[in-house]
């Protein structure tokens, strides 16, 4: 039985050690490393020197442990004549900095075209907004200081509604009509549009699972 027992404790011990390895591990993966913040931020710097004036400037930077963007740091800047937020970081596929301007411009841009709409038709507490892709600007080949309006462009966005409420029986009526309205009123010839209810304490109402439609 001692035996046993030792072996035992040995198997037990291991494992231990095992998941605190793992769990320190983890918990050090989701601590930012400053000397990377430190880069990207020198990188964003002379990046905004080459493309953008000195109404843009970086007020942060943003470390992604969650895997949700295409980098790990980018320095976050600031338009001050718009306030539009957006990222500046090296991109691996291209090897070379790139920015997010165009693409929180143009959303910004299309929220406020469409938000009094949306409120007006569908609720004061109802969520909205819009995306673009990333890396729209740079696809494009657009001057990353001045990339227009969304309006003068052929790109695809994706809008978001969110409805706190349940399901109502002409709410598909009032989802068509807005890609109507977005059609007809020149806001956008093409799209991707979502919608989607919770409720009041956000909770996902999956049995009201809303509409979704590209036009």
Same mark, same amino acid.
């Given at each position: 039985? &001692? !035996?046993?027992?030792?072996v035992?404790? +040995?198997i037990?011990?291991? +494992?231990?050690? &095992? +998941?605190? *390895?793992?769990? %320190?591990?983890?918990v050090q993966s989701?601590? $930012? ?9 020198q ?13 843009f400037? +970086?007020y942060d ?5 969650m895997?949700n %963007?295409?980098f790990?740091?980018?320095a =976050? *800047?600031?338009?001050?004549r718009?306030?539009t937020?957006? %990222?500046?970081?090296? /991109?691996d596929?291209?090897?070379q900095?790139?920015?997010t301007?165009a693409? /929180?411009k143009?959303?910004d841009?299309l929220e !406020? ?6 409120k007006q ?10 995306l673009?892709? =990333? ?6 080949g657009l001057e $990353?200081?001045? $990339?227009?309006?969304?309006k003068e462009?052929?790109?695809? $966005?994706?809008? &978001?509604i969110?409805?706190?409420? !349940?399901?109502? /029986?002409?709410d598909?009526?009032?989802?068509n /009509?807005?890609?109507?309205?977005l059609?007809?009123?020149d806001?956008?010839?093409? &799209?991707y549009?979502m919608?989607?209810?919770i409720?009041e304490?956000?909770?996902?109402? =999956?049995?009201?699972?809303g ?5």
């Open positions: 039985m &001692g !035996k046993i027992l030792k035992t404790l +040995i037990v011990g291991v +494992i231990v050690l &095992g +998941i605190s *390895v793992l769990a %320190f591990s983890f989701m601590k $930012p490393d400053k000397d990377e913040e430190e880069k990207v931020k990188q964003a710097e002379i990046y905004l020197e080459e493309h953008f004036d000195d109404q400037e +970086i930077v943003y470390f992604d442990n895997g %963007f295409n790990d740091y980018a =976050e *800047v600031v338009d001050k718009n306030q937020r957006f %990222f500046v970081y090296y /991109d596929a291209t090897r900095m790139i920015d301007y693409a /929180d143009w959303a841009e !406020k075209e469409i938000t009094p709409y949306v038709n569908f609720g004061d507490t109802t969520d909205v907004f819009a673009y892709d =990333e890396e729209i600007g740079n696809k494009l $990353p200081s001045n $990339p227009g309006s969304y462009h052929d790109a695809v $966005p994706t809008i &978001g969110t409805l706190r409420r !349940k399901k109502q /029986d002409d598909e009526v009032l989802f /009509d807005f890609i109507s309205y059609k007809t009123e806001k956008l010839q093409h &799209g549009v919608l989607d209810y409720a304490n956000g909770e996902l109402l =999956e049995e009201n699972y509409w979704n439609k590209e036009f």
